[in-house]
């Protein structure tokens, strides 16, 4: 059964989880062709100078993919369920319904985490040849937020859309924008350090907002 | 008869409101035997889709308690749900899928699952196993949902205003492979349709809801047996008519009245005696099962 409800989830994602990761690749591609240029032009030292006195990570390209995946893998996975109130067949499933709704949010993640994971390879591997490690865990600290914002637009979107009622979806949306933001508001590297449990966590509290929209969806309230 | 030991589905009480509106119906009860085709029939927004939600357990109720197989319906447990087919009002299924994989996805899910009953119902659409069920016609689309359920086959169906943007030849397809299919297994159908005459060739008991009532809940045939028509030439004004309970939604178009009663002709002269009206051009009609809808809920 789990399978068959991973099949389902794959068949309404697959075509964005495709174009996301393509996006993911060709941004992250670009960011290290564009660090590439640079250190045939100047020398790898002239990189590290910036990176060390310029808070410069040069990877300011990605740093909005992730969200935008987040968005768009939501939408297409819990869209669906709500045109023309689908979620009904789901929720009629012969399967416990927390579980169910849990793994649904689970394959969505674990699409996420693989387009982050390649695209955060592709620049890992790469400075990994150019930097230090020191400077490489730089790079990665910035990125984090930014991954992190990527499952947070992912887990409002899904509770969004699982949401019967408008008033309640404005105001989720609200809530999204207000917590997104905080993950974009510092733009020096590695501003987040201190904060990362805290968005870990953040994020782990959003699972629960699909449940409760869910919840709602059952008792009936819905426009 | 014990109906709770028989009943399939069980509503004591059921109360039910448009928010903090309007009440749909209060205090409603009913049951749905064994083994029977059951068909809740009512005008626009008396509450039928309401009440399928409710068994379903997408609405809770006001007030009151459903019972789904002996099991409250607020707590369905997985192997419960599993007894149990769903057909959701215009037929919606996983539009995203293809015929096969739809049939593959479903069949995880359901121990007694019959492939060969879904492709013999895909077979007559002369569609191919990879076409997606978004880009087939709104009849094809109900034939994969009736495909899913037959091949599903669960001990209760519960079908939601089937007949809902089909044509008569498929709303025709669907009757009768679900009469033949309830019948031949003793499956327990609970359904809603928006055209009764479709019903009257598939349902062997209903329940008629006016707003915020049940009206009648029988069986088809003895409703059809009992529940009359009767049309009578008079000049005598409707609302002599409308005081005795006798006449049900009696109506009068120039000097023909037509009223519907369950009492006998005998007991109808002698109410029409009792009134000072003359009998002499009383006639019964043929009653089909809209006919007797309209009689018990009125035009109106």
Same mark, same amino acid.
């Given at each position: 059964?789990?399978? /068959? ?24 591609? +670009? ?144 809530? /999204?924008? /207000? ?8 733009? /020096?590297?590695?501003? +987040? ?31 | ?33 064994? %083994? ?20 379903? %357990? ?11 197989? %002996? ?5 369905? !447990?997985?192997?419960?749900? !599993? ?81 809902? %943007?089909? *044509? ?11 009469? &033949? ?10 359904? $809603? ?6 019903? &009257? ?19 088809? *045939? ?11 030439? $008079? ?42 009206? *003359? ?22």
């Amino acid at each position: 059964m789990e399978r /068959a409800l991973i099949f389902k989830e794959w068949v309404k994602t697959r075509m964005v989880f495709f174009i996301s990761l393509g996006l993911a690749v060709c941004i992250g591609l +670009y960011t290290v062709a564009m660090m590439n240029r640079l250190i045939e032009l100047k020398g790898v030292e002239h990189l590290w100078l910036i990176m060390l006195l310029k808070d410069n990570t040069f990877i300011d390209m990605i740093k909005y993919v992730p969200l935008l995946v987040g968005l768009a893998v939501g939408v297409a996975q819990m869209a669906p369920e709500m045109a023309q109130k689908r979620l009904k067949l789901t929720l009629h499933l012969p399967y416990p319904q927390r579980r169910l709704v849990g793994l649904m949010l689970l394959t969505g993640l674990a699409e996420l985490l693989v387009i982050y994971l390649v695209q955060a390879l592709i620049i890992m591997i790469y400075d990994f040849r150019i930097l230090p490690s020191e400077l490489v865990g730089r790079v990665m600290l910035t990125t984090l937020p930014w991954y992190f914002a990527g499952f947070t637009a992912y887990l409002f979107v899904t509770a969004i859309c699982l949401e019967g009622t408008w008033k309640r979806r404005i105001v989720l949306s609200l809530l /999204a924008i /207000a917590v997104l933001m905080m993950y974009f508001l510092q733009p /020096a590297p590695e501003a +987040y350090n201190g904060m990362l449990i805290l968005i870990i966590i953040t994020v782990v509290l959003l699972t629960v907002l699909s449940f409760g929209s869910i919840i709602r969806f059952k008792e009936g309230r819905q426009d | 008869m014990n109906h709770d030991s028989e009943s399939v589905i069980s509503v004591k009480n059921l109360t039910q409101r448009y928010g903090t509106g309007r009440i749909i119906y209060s205090d409603l009860s009913f049951e749905v035997p064994k %083994g029977r085709i059951l068909g809740l029939l009512g005008k626009n927004g008396t509450g039928k889709t309401t009440t399928i939600n409710i068994l379903m %357990g997408y609405l809770r109720p006001q007030k009151g308690e459903c019972r789904i197989f %002996g099991e409250k319906i607020t707590e369905m !447990s997985p192997a419960t749900r !599993s007894r149990i087919a769903l057909l959701i009002e215009g037929h919606v299924q996983y539009a995203f899928m293809t015929i096969e994989q739809i049939e593959r996805f479903y069949s995880r899910f359901y121990p007694k699952w019959n492939r060969d009953a879904y492709y013999e119902l895909m077979n007559k659409l002369h569609v191919s196993p990879g076409q997606k069920i978004s880009s087939m016609s709104c009849g094809q689309r109900s034939q994969v949902a009736l495909g899913l359920i037959l091949a599903q086959n669960a001990d209760l169906l519960v079908l939601d205003d089937f007949s809902l %943007g089909l *044509d008569p030849g498929y709303r025709r397809l669907f009757i009768d492979y679900l009469r &033949e299919f309830a019948k031949a297994e003793e499956k327990t159908v609970f359904m $809603t349709s928006h055209i009764i005459q479709d019903l &009257e060739r598939l349902i062997d008991d209903c329940i008629i809801l006016d707003y915020g009532k049940i009206l009648t809940q029988m069986p088809v *045939d003895e409703l059809l047996r009992d529940f009359s028509r009767y049309t009578l030439q $008079t000049d005598v004004p409707v609302e002599k008519f409308s005081a005795d309970s006798l006449f049900v939604n009696p109506g009068k178009i120039k000097d023909e009245l037509e009223f519907y009663t369950f009492k006998p002709i005998d007991e109808v002269r002698a109410a029409l005696g009792s009134i000072g009206v *003359d009998s002499g051009s009383l006639a019964r009609q043929e009653m089909s099962l809209e006919d007797a809808f309209i009689g018990l809920t009125g035009k109106y």
